[in-house]
């Protein structure tokens, strides 16, 4: 990084060249530069313990998509490093445009970085030095957004002012708008990316790139073993929180873990441990066996998204799709009035042929019961409502991620948003197909005989 450091104090110095700035390449800057915030912010102490405590533990990933914690921090590990890999191409490209020799070789020394071994002392995560860095990003980051919002009100102002030909009109205030926006959009250009230099810019990227990728290293190193070795000084050691012997600190059983580290690959195997058996009104989603096995080797040019194993939702694709059954379902179940039948309708026609067959044979089971006794039907009704709150409880969170990571994807291209993302791995595209299938047909099976009940009871009221 000694490189980097110096490239870094050169870009500002007062004997430097004249420089050509960012201008509208200030946007893509501004992306960037998001993206490395929100990735550098998910790799905080406090954001790993989520993951390790909450993510990871919650019921619906565990159930349907692994309770093998070392898979899971593999699937993150990646989703990581693929986010990275973005930046990193943005960076490489602007990087050409630099004066600065050591920024110009942006793209070489990343290569060589990961190649080799990286001195954590050289790019402290937690250093102040780095702290100060992301501050200035988000202020860039934030000013470029002002800018745009500035120039596309501006640019809309403009058009109104084309389409005002009337002589009799009045446009002494419009014009005063006009020249308040712009000169909104001077002060914007000032103080965001548009007016900061490549060799600016580049540099606190750049720096904010190795950072990370040695964050990656550090903590996911045992799950990823082809990830760079990390070298950490001892004197660092003593204060790093997460550091530590530490790559494994994210794991209760190290032991067992550093030994499957040496002997897997890319993405570890899942465990065989049997998954806690769940609470089911017919008991038909208490399975057991292994959640889900993972292969071995991952293919390197297969992305995440393409790497979800053959009995996924996600190698389905119908993540989406499932995601947001399980939420209209969700809102049945909480709506405060009874189910319509536009509801169950509107559900019923989401979903595949196939699931269409197994819901229908799970129903006959239960029209053939005899629930003319409304005691009877009460007590079954509450046994669903049970039931039911209780899967919904669990398979809801997953849904909901699923569609929150989607809109994430979506506007990340859009937005200049630097919080922390969900992650790919917590959502449905890595559930087993056949167990969330059975989870949905369990709700929506609950859901009709609730429905059924309600509907016996208002006949028998009125």
Request: net charge positive; aromatic share 8%; hydrophobic share 40%.
């Amino acid at each position: 990084m000694a490189w980097l450091s110096a490239a870094v104090d050169k870009a500002g110095g007062p004997f430097s060249p004249i420089k050509s700035t960012l201008q509208i390449l200030a946007f893509e800057a501004a992306k960037t530069m998001s993206r490395l915030v929100a990735l550098y912010k998910s790799l905080s102490d406090d954001e790993l313990f989520k993951l390790r405590k909450g993510l990871m533990k919650s019921l619906g990933v565990a159930f349907l998509n692994s309770m093998d914690e070392s898979y899971l921090l593999g699937l993150a590990c990646k989703e990581k490093l693929e986010d990275l890999g973005h930046a990193v191409v943005v960076v490489s490209r602007l990087s050409k445009q630099c004066i600065d020799d050591e920024l110009n070789r942006f793209e070489i020394a990343y290569h060589n970085k990961k190649q080799g071994i990286i001195d954590v002392g050289n790019v402290d995560f937690n250093s102040r030095n780095v702290g100060k860095a992301i501050e200035k990003m988000e202020k860039y980051a934030t000013g470029t957004s002002a800018l745009h919002a500035s120039l596309v009100a501006l640019n809309e102002l403009e058009v109104s002012e084309k389409k005002m030909q009337k002589p009799k009109i009045n446009i002494d205030y419009f014009n005063e708008e006009i020249n308040f926006q712009r000169k909104q959009v001077l002060h914007f250009r000032q103080i965001s990316l548009w007016s900061q230099t490549f060799d600016t810019s580049v540099g606190l990227m750049a720096r904010i790139v190795f950072v990370i990728y040695a964050r990656i290293c550090t903590i996911f190193g045992p799950f990823v073993p082809s990830l760079t070795c990390i070298y950490i000084p001892k004197r660092k050691a003593l204060h790093m929180k997460v550091y530590p012997e530490t790559s494994y600190c994210l794991l209760v059983d190290k032991e067992k873990y550093k030994e499957h580290a040496s002997k897997s690959g890319p993405i570890m195997k899942a465990s065989r441990t049997k998954p806690r058996p769940r609470r089911s009104h017919s008991g038909q989603l208490c399975l057991s066996g292994p959640i889900m096995k993972a292969s071995r080797t991952e293919p390197k040019n297969k992305s995440l998204i393409q790497s979800a194993p053959g009995n996924t939702v996600g190698a389905a694709g119908l993540a989406l799709h499932y995601a947001n059954i399980i939420i209209m379902a969700e809102s049945c179940f909480y709506s405060t009035t009874s189910i319509s039948n536009e509801s169950r309708g509107n559900m019923y026609e989401m979903l595949p042929i196939s699931l269409k067959h197994a819901l229908r044979r799970k129903l006959k089971g239960h029209l053939s019961k005899d629930l003319e006794e409304s005691d009877e039907g009460q007590g079954l009704a509450q046994g669903w409502k049970e039931a039911l709150g209780e899967i919904i409880g669990w398979l809801a969170p997953v849904a909901h991620d699923t569609l929150r990571w989607q809109q994430e994807s979506d506007s990340q291209q859009q937005k200049l948003d630097s919080e922390p993302t969900a992650l790919l791995m917590q959502t449905l595209h890595f559930s087993d197909l056949e167990k969330t299938e059975a989870a949905i047909v369990e709700v929506l099976v609950g859901l009709s005989c609730i429905y059924r009940y309600d509907g016996r009871r208002e006949r028998h009221d009125g």
